[in-house]
């Protein structure tokens, strides 16, 4: 894998919470996919040509309660935030081994919340240096990410390559091997290590179900349940800030896949994401603490636009 780093983290404290929060809720988002009548047997698999343009629109509705000690004070907070995701990808080429190298593009993020203007602030200018960056990544057949580069200057945002994976991966998770029939069930796991200055590593456990066939639209598409998990014990230093967050997750609902070419076609998720985090800082010869319990519920809806 083709993964570059360069600049540290600019968050820490509570920001770097929210920031890391949205992320993963954008991006467990933007988690999950994968087709039949009778016994007949369906074969999944992603068939995408070389030009094939895909695009995407996809809105968050995201809950966030905060609590925990800052300096000896109990503290609360609840956030209501709504985000809209533009998406477009491309199929550039498909190599010898059947490798669909495929360039994305988050074309517009906008987010707004509610009752914390200066949180705000900081997430829409992160939210800058994805909008209209190109990321690209090379697609197998039956799914699985390779060779993901983003560009060097979304580098900075805490996790941007690693999230991104899970990202594109949820557009197009792993499918099964062999034929399967309406009933059968598969699943996939994700391990992913932390980039610096963090230490630690995501698990994400994918379980997948064929219900049946449904028209969405015009299209024929493989309707599947899903649920997943998301464990990780993160560490993150900068100069004199140390922050440990352990993240408990779960994610449930549907998406729907096209049985022609297996382009994702819609999905309807519900997130929920159990964040602790605790931040000492040493900075001044004074040593604060802050612990937080970050929990986040998230709806979150996308579908094919072209």
Known sequence: ???????????????FVLCVSVSLSIVYCLLSITSTSGQEKVKLEYRLSKGDISKYK??????????????????????EQI?????????????????????????????????????????QEIIKNFTGKNFSFGLTKKGGVVDLIAPQDVHGIPFTTDLLIII??????????????IGDTW???????APRPAE????????????????????????IPFWSTLTSSLTAKRGDTTVEMNIIGSIEGKTYISIAD??????DENLTLNIITGTTSAAGGKTETTYLQTIIK????????Q
């Open 200 to 223: 630690g590593k995501i698990f994400g456990n994918f379980n997948y179900t064929l219900e049946g066939i449904e028209k969405v639209g015009k299209t024929s598409c493989a309707a």
């Open 58 to 79: 996809m809105i968050l509705n995201n809950n966030v309660e905060a609590k925990g000690i800052v300096n000896t004070k109990a503290e609360r907070t609840i956030t």
């Open 1 to 15: 894998m083709n993964i570059r780093f360069n600049r540290s983290m600019p968050c820490k404290g509570r920001s």
């Open 168 to 181: 594109f991966e949820q557009l197009q998770p792993r499918l099964p091997e062999k034929e399967i029939s």
């Open 83 to 123: 985000a809209s995701i533009d998406y477009t990808q491309e199929v550039k080429n498909i190599t010898l081994d059947g490798i669909m190298e495929i360039a994305g593009t988050f074309t517009s993020f906008n987010l707004s919340m509610k009752k914390n203007e200066k949180e705000e602030r900081v997430l």
């Open 298 to 305: 998230t709806d979150i809806n996308g579908e094919l636009q």
């Open 262 to 267: 297996g382009k994702l076609v819609k999905t």
């Open 187 to 193: 699943s996939s796991s994700l391990e992913i290590s």
